[in-house]
């Protein structure tokens, strides 16, 4: 069964950093792009960032770019998202997703980030 | 940049009736960059359809999407109460790396 289970989560203070990670399962992890989307609570999905299956070309949302980076380790199956000074608004889910076609044909079940004081 | 808008925000339909729901976008983008989205309450999004008319895998056949430069509809046939959901649209590469439209919220009666 394909498979993608993020990890990392949890409560950090404003200006913190935190590492999201995502290990894909039942597929060949180093054949296929991956990303990063998120959703603030009540809120709808917001494109965080996206990489290539050789671990080339990372692009980013505006709202990220500069704080977040995104990086794979193909040997391990993991995708990874460093989030540096973290704000109230990046507080959501986080998905891990797959990419194929233009399209995330995979998700995983998300993780929750919540920056507050 | 291209925007995605999504009409109605709303669509409150009965079991078997046909529900259309549409995606605009501001500049033209080709169609194999259109994607729909399904998001049950407290669910991760699933992929429907993929290139504005490709159906994904495990798909009903209920589901189906059309459109092309600016206007794309994904088109659900027969509703049944397992279809309550948001439904995105998501446009790949302007703005980079990818956007989704608002979303539309189909309930059904």
């Known amino acids: 069964e394909v498979q993608l289970l993020e990890s990392g989560g949890g409560l950090v203070q404003p200006g913190g950093s935190l590492r999201l990670s995502c290990i894909g399962s039942g597929f060949m992890f180093s054949n296929d792009a991956m990303g990063w989307v998120r959703q603030a609570p009540g809120k709808g999905l917001e494109g965080v960032s996206i990489i290539s299956a050789s671990g080339g070309g990372p692009d980013y949302g505006d709202s990220v770019k500069g704080r977040f980076a995104i990086s794979r380790d193909n040997s391990k199956n993991t995708l990874y998202m460093q989030m540096n000074s973290l704000r109230v608004e990046d507080t959501a889910v986080y998905y891990c997703?797959?990419?194929?076609?233009?399209?995330?044909?995979?998700w995983g079940r998300g993780t929750t980030v919540t920056v507050s004081s | 940049e291209i925007v995605l808008t999504q009409s109605p925000d709303t669509l409150s339909l009965s079991p078997g009736e046909r529900a259309t729901l549409s995606c605009r976008a501001s500049?033209?983008?080709?169609?194999?960059?259109l994607a729909w989205y399904q998001q049950k309450r407290g669910q991760a999004p699933r992929l429907l359809i993929y290139?504005?008319?490709g159906r994904a895998a495990g798909i009903p056949d209920r589901f189906s999407g059309s459109g092309s430069g600016t206007e794309f509809t994904l088109v659900i046939s027969r509703l049944e109460a397992e279809d309550s959901a948001v439904y995105y649209c998501?446009?790949?590469?302007?703005?980079?790396?990818?956007?989704f439209g608002p979303g539309t919220k189909v309930e059904i009666k």
């Open positions: 290139g504005a008319s």
């Open positions: 500049r033209h983008i080709p169609s194999t960059y």
């Open positions: 997703v797959r990419w194929t076609r233009y399209s995330m044909d995979v």
């Open positions: 998501q446009q790949y590469g302007n703005p980079p790396p990818f956007s």
